[in-house]
């Protein structure tokens, strides 16, 4: 639905993007995370080419947007909605009023808009809100406004920059669930950036990690956490620098049972060896079960051990010694 290919962003001598590919697959929920300064909100814009990249093309629903004048990039933006942190609604016009403000934009008729505009809010849960004006409202509702009037040209993807980082945990996870269930029930595609990894854990299929312009990895979540070395794994289940000789086990959406099952008590029950618990973490991400666990294994039995945990479908790493 989205691909980026070789786009890099200079200003002046600032480099905010450098050289950075991008596929976000058709109804994904593609997280980039990254900290303060990494490049997202450039990489977001250049996404919709509200900035031009400097260099790399970007097609968005089989369009390479790259190449279009002005005119066709107005028109093919209407398939791409956005939302911002700071919700950026406008505060002269009511609830109903900066919805319906796109819908005027593209000359829909006002008995459709109004419509339009009652339906979208009914589907972002503010019904009796259309009369407020966005003073009134607490931070998750704003957002619920921005949401609606992101999808008011009907788009097939929504872009959010940093969409929850003005709200408390409890409205953040709101506002999420809400997307969630846009990209559920419509097949909205969304590429979110943020900086926060329980956005990433709480809703992401796939997800980019972005430091200094540049994409360190990305893919799909349960195969980055079963790739050896993941910064995401890192990230997520942060565990002391490793022993020589000891082992990490990573639990991913490849491991054939769950990763609260008692791995480690069947290995003690069916090899001679015994299991010291330096570490470990455990969470649920993107909806399974994942973690990491670091072990130290000593016996006659560890080789076989350490298989056994492989053959499960288990990340097993030992550390040099
Ligand atoms: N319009 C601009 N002119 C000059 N430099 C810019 C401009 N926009 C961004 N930059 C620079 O590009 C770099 C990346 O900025 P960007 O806003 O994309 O980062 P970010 O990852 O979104 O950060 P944050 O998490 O703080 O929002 C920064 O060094 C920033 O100063
Ligand atoms: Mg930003």
């Known amino acids: 639905m989205i691909k980026v290919s070789g786009l890099r962003k200079a200003y002046g001598s600032v480099v905010a993007v450098d050289g950075v590919d991008l596929h976000v697959r058709e ?23 509200l900035e031009r990249p400097t260099e790399g093309s970007v097609t968005v629903g089989g369009q390479e947007l790259t190449a279009l004048g002005e005119r066709e990039l107005r028109r093919a933006r209407q398939g791409i909605g956005m939302i911002h942190q700071h919700f950026a609604l406008l505060s002269s016009r009511t609830v109903a009023g900066n919805v319906a403000f796109p ?37 998750g509702q704003k957002q619920r406004v921005g949401i609606a009037r992101a999808l008011a040209g009907r788009p097939s993807v929504l872009l959010s920059d940093e969409a929850t980082s003005a709200l408390d945990p409890g409205t953040t996870q709101s506002i999420l669930a809400l997307l969630k269930r846009l990209n559920r029930d419509f097949g909205l595609t969304i ?27 990305a893919g799909r979540i349960a195969d980055l956490l079963a790739r050896p070395g993941s910064r995401l794994t890192e990230e ?30 069947q290995v003690v029950r069916k090899f001679d060896v015994d299991v010291n618990i330096l570490g470990g973490a455990l969470e ?35 550390a040099s010694r």
Do not use: W
């Open 284 to 318: 649920d991400v993107a909806g399974v079960s994942a973690g990491r666990l670091r072990v130290r294994l000593t016996g006659e039995e560890s080789d076989a051990a350490l298989r056994y945990l492989r053959d499960r479908g288990l990340l097993v790493e030992v």
């Open 191 to 217: 590429l979110l950036i943020t900086h926060e990894m329980d956005v990433i854990k709480s809703v992401c299929d796939s997800a980019a990690i972005m430091s200094e312009g540049r994409i360190e990895e």
């Open 236 to 265: 997520l289940f942060p565990l002391p620098p490793a022993e020589p000789g000891s082992v990490t086990i990573t639990f991913t959406g490849t491991y054939s049972g769950r990763a609260d099952e008692p791995v480690v008590s």
């Open 103 to 139: 819908l005027e934009i593209m000359g829909v008729p006002r008995d459709e808009r109004a419509r339009r505009v009652e339906e979208l809010l009914d589907l972002v849960g503010l019904a009796g809100k259309a009369g407020a004006y966005p003073a009134q409202l607490s931070g």
């Open 27 to 49: 109804g994904e929920i593609f997280g980039v995370l990254g900290r303060s300064g990494a490049g997202k909100s450039t990489l977001l814009r250049c996404v919709n080419l």
